[in-house]
Structure formats: structure tokens, C-alpha cells
């Protein structure tokens, strides 16, 4: 019986790893969709040997065939075995059935961050649990630069923003290293990313290695191939800070004139791409008011919207931005009743367990799966920690 050929849609990546119990994980994500899976044992390798051959399953069934316990004709059952696995793969969005392909999906549909977070969330608090329990250095915070276009009132970034910064070259060897390591998962942010001239090669670099990657970027700075670029790296998301509906009060908070626009047609150059794209609003005094518009230019644009609500002192101490938190107690209850499975601290979403998983807490993976690095090469267990 010949083997089926599956095909693997863009934007799929996979690592396989063992834990300190001897059993091997995959870890699999389709970022187009959104989609997270992590698979154990026999699935992991079976998903890894389909995944290494792009969608072959001759060598995926062939270890079905020698692992696998029948009653039957070993060859039939295997086959029907394999045949089950992959359509279940397939419904994750890890793999397509040429067969039952009818069509491409329109290019400007929303994409489902909101949904499939939904659907994927146990996956991903399993694969961080997975990771920080056995000391993976699984993610990666790279600080490309503190330098900045913008000019944002509430910034954490310290006033002199003049630093060494790690060249391409530097860059590149850093993340063999953190490969070999384990690392899977990158978010590069800044300052703002694009302000560095050498962006182009440092995404260029990126596009050939098994890494998932987040981008954080106001957009206002990324010309034609730089968004190029950036679509061709599939990344999980793009977020991009957008902090009112209201152009005047956006270019009031990041005091350049015109960013709205600028970033607004960016994220459109990006959804007409299918890059999923993160509206990521940090909510002040004078701004949360206007958090439902967000909500309605996000669905305009086709994005999803992540709220935050802590505004935190500079990295240097500086105690500025802490006099723009929202104090309107009232304004925040509506907002938390309504909308609290989408409020985020610093990128760390604010969830309710199950009340049966209440007694249960992750654990961080600062220091233990993941670091940061600063645009000079200071290492740190997290991001937000100087």
C-alpha cells in the first residue's frame, strides 16, 4: 500500500525534545492560524518524522509498523492508524490534505488569535510548564535597541537610550547558540527594531531557522521590503502599539505627528499579507475612555487587541509614567468585568483558572525556560527586570 503525501501549510514549525522522565515531546505550531500543540511519545515521533519529510509519511509509517501492536493485517491497520493521526493533524492545521483542498482562503479575514488562544491555551500553558519544569532554555527576549523614533510619554525606556548594540554578526551567533540550547520561541522588540539600520539582515537571518517569532514594532519606520521581510518570516504575531481610535490622542501619547497613520497603514500592508497583528494598548488616565473604538479598529483592520494596564517607572527609576495609570476606579471595574480575559500585564495574559485548577500556579519561566538580552548583550531572567 503506498503512502499517503500530506503537504505542510507555511508557517509551520516543530522541534522535538526529552524531558528529565525519557519521554519525547513535540512541540508544533502553525502561527498562520494561531495553532499550538504539544505532542508525547509515539505522537511526538511520528508527527516529527511527517514533519522533517514536509508532509511525506513513508518513514512515519514505517515506525508505526514497527512500534505499533495489531490484531489484524499489520499493513492495513498501520496504514488506518496513520490515516487517523494525520486527519487529526490536519484539523489542528499542521498539515493539509491535498485532496480536500478547494480553495484559498480570502487573504483579509481576521485572524483567530482570539479563538484559537482559546482552543490552544492548555497547549501553550503545558509547553511552558514543560519547559520551565525541565530547564529548556525554550525563549528568547532580544532587546535590539533602546533607540527610538517615538517619543512616548509613558515609556519605560531610560532617557539616554545611547548604547553599544550587538551587531548582526553577534546576533547570529547568539541565537545558534540559543538553538542548541533548546530555543524555540523569539520575540524581538526594541525601542523600536526598525530604528537599527542593519534590520534587514538581522530578518533575513531569521528566515531559515526553526524559530517562532514575535515582532514588537510601532511600523512607522518598516518601508515596503522591510514589511516584506516580516511577512516572509510566517511570525506568530506582530504587535504594534496603538494606544487610541483617535489619531490626535495616539500622536499625543507618542508626541510624533502622523504615527497613527503611518502605523495603521503598515498593519494593513501586513494583514493583506495574512500576518497576524496584535493591537497592543497600554491604557492611561486620559486614554481608557476610548478602549471600545480600539476594539472597533481592531476588527476594522482584522487584528486582535491586547489592553494593559500597567504603566510602569523607567528602567533608570524615573517615577514619570507612573502618574498616567488609570485612577478612575469605576472606568476599571467596567473594564475588568467586561473585558478581563484580554487585559495583559506586561504581555503576561490576566486569566481565571477552572475552579479545579485553581490550587495549581505555573511556573515562571523567567531564568528557568526563558531570558532576555538587551541590546548590549545584558543578560537577564526577564525583560522586565534591570
Given at each position: 500500500m503506498q503512502?499517503?503525501?500530506?503537504?505542510?501549510?507555511?508557517?509551520?514549525?516543530?522541534?522535538?525534545?526529552?524531558?528529565?522522565?525519557?519521554?519525547?515531546?513535540?512541540?508544533?505550531?502553525?502561527?498562520?492560524?494561531?495553532?499550538?500543540?504539544l505532542l508525547e511519545s509515539d505522537s511526538a515521533t511520528v508527527w516529527?518524522?511527517?514533519?522533517?519529510?514536509?508532509?511525506?509519511?513513508?518513514?512515519?509509517?514505517?515506525?508505526?509498523?514497527?512500534?505499533?501492536?495489531?490484531?489484524?493485517?499489520?499493513?492495513?491497520?498501520?496504514?488506518?492508524?496513520?490515516?487517523?493521526?494525520?486527519?487529526?493533524?490536519?484539523?489542528?492545521?499542521?498539515?493539509?490534505?491535498?485532496?480536500?483542498?478547494?480553495?484559498?482562503?480570502?487573504?483579509?479575514?481576521?485572524?483567530?488569535?482570539?479563538?484559537?488562544?482559546?482552543?490552544?491555551?492548555?497547549?501553550?500553558?503545558?509547553?511552558?510548564?514543560?519547559?520551565?519544569?525541565?530547564?529548556?532554555?525554550?525563549?528568547?527576549?532580544?532587546?535590539?535597541?533602546?533607540?527610538?523614533?517615538?517619543?512616548?510619554?509613558?515609556?519605560?525606556?531610560?532617557?539616554?537610550?545611547?548604547?553599544?548594540?550587538?551587531?548582526?554578526?553577534?546576533?547570529?551567533?547568539?541565537?545558534?547558540?540559543?538553538?542548541?540550547?533548546?530555543?524555540?520561541?523569539?520575540?524581538?522588540?526594541?525601542?523600536?527594531?526598525?530604528?537599527?539600520?542593519?534590520?534587514?539582515?538581522?530578518?533575513?537571518?531569521?528566515?531559515?531557522?526553526?524559530?517562532?517569532?514575535?515582532?514588537?514594532?510601532?511600523?512607522?519606520?518598516?518601508?515596503?521590503?522591510?514589511?516584506?521581510?516580516?511577512?516572509?518570516?510566517?511570525?506568530?504575531s506582530v504587535g504594534c502599539s496603538i494606544y487610541s481610535a483617535d489619531p490626535a490622542i495616539h500622536d499625543g501619547v507618542t508626541l510624533v505627528s502622523g504615527s497613527w497613520d503611518r502605523s495603521v497603514e503598515a498593519i494593513r500592508t501586513l494583514r493583506a499579507r495574512s500576518v497576524p497583528v496584535i493591537l497592543k494598548t497600554p491604557l492611561m488616565e486620559h486614554t481608557i475612555d476610548g478602549w471600545r473604538k480600539i476594539e472597533v479598529l481592531a476588527n476594522d483592520l482584522g487584528c486582535d487587541v491586547q489592553f494593559d494596564v500597567n504603566i510602569t517607572p523607567k528602567n533608570d527609576g524615573g517615577q514619570s509614567p507612573v502618574d498616567l495609570r488609570v485612577k478612575d476606579k469605576a472606568v476599571l471595574e467596567e473594564l475588568f468585568s467586561s473585558r478581563f480575559n484580554r487585559l495583559y500585564i506586561n504581555n503576561e495574559p490576566m486569566t481565571v483558572a477552572p475552579e479545579e485548577q485553581r490550587h495549581q500556579a505555573l511556573l515562571c519561566g523567567a531564568g528557568a525556560a526563558g531570558l532576555a538580552v538587551g541590546p548590549d548583550g545584558t543578560i537577564r531572567p526577564c525583560i522586565g527586570r534591570m
Open positions: 503512502s499517503k503525501t500530506y503537504s505542510l501549510p507555511g508557517g509551520s514549525f516543530s522541534r522535538t525534545y526529552r524531558g528529565r522522565d525519557g519521554v519525547v515531546r513535540a512541540v508544533a505550531y502553525h502561527t498562520p492560524s494561531q495553532s499550538a500543540a516529527q518524522r511527517i514533519f522533517d519529510d514536509k508532509g511525506g509519511t513513508e518513514s512515519a509509517l514505517a515506525y508505526v509498523l514497527k512500534n505499533g501492536h495489531f490484531e489484524g493485517d499489520p499493513a492495513i491497520e498501520a496504514q488506518s492508524i496513520l490515516d487517523s493521526f494525520a486527519a487529526s493533524l490536519c484539523d489542528a492545521n499542521l498539515l493539509v490534505d491535498p485532496s480536500e483542498v478547494v480553495g484559498v482562503p480570502p487573504q483579509s479575514q481576521q485572524f483567530p488569535v482570539r479563538n484559537a488562544v482559546d482552543a490552544d491555551e492548555n497547549a501553550e500553558d503545558q509547553i511552558a510548564q514543560f519547559m520551565a519544569d525541565n530547564r529548556i532554555f525554550y525563549s528568547l527576549v532580544l532587546e535590539l535597541t533602546y533607540r527610538c523614533n517615538e517619543r512616548c510619554i509613558h515609556c519605560y525606556c531610560p532617557e539616554n537610550r545611547k548604547t553599544v548594540e550587538l551587531t548582526a554578526a553577534q546576533i547570529s551567533v547568539l541565537l545558534d547558540e540559543f538553538q542548541s540550547m533548546g530555543g524555540m520561541s523569539l520575540l524581538i522588540t526594541g525601542g523600536e527594531v526598525f530604528a537599527r539600520k542593519d534590520i534587514k539582515a538581522i530578518l533575513r537571518g531569521l528566515r531559515h531557522r526553526n524559530i517562532v517569532v514575535n515582532v514588537i514594532s510601532n511600523l512607522t519606520m518598516a518601508d515596503e521590503e522591510s514589511l516584506d521581510l516580516l511577512a516572509n518570516l510566517r511570525p506568530r
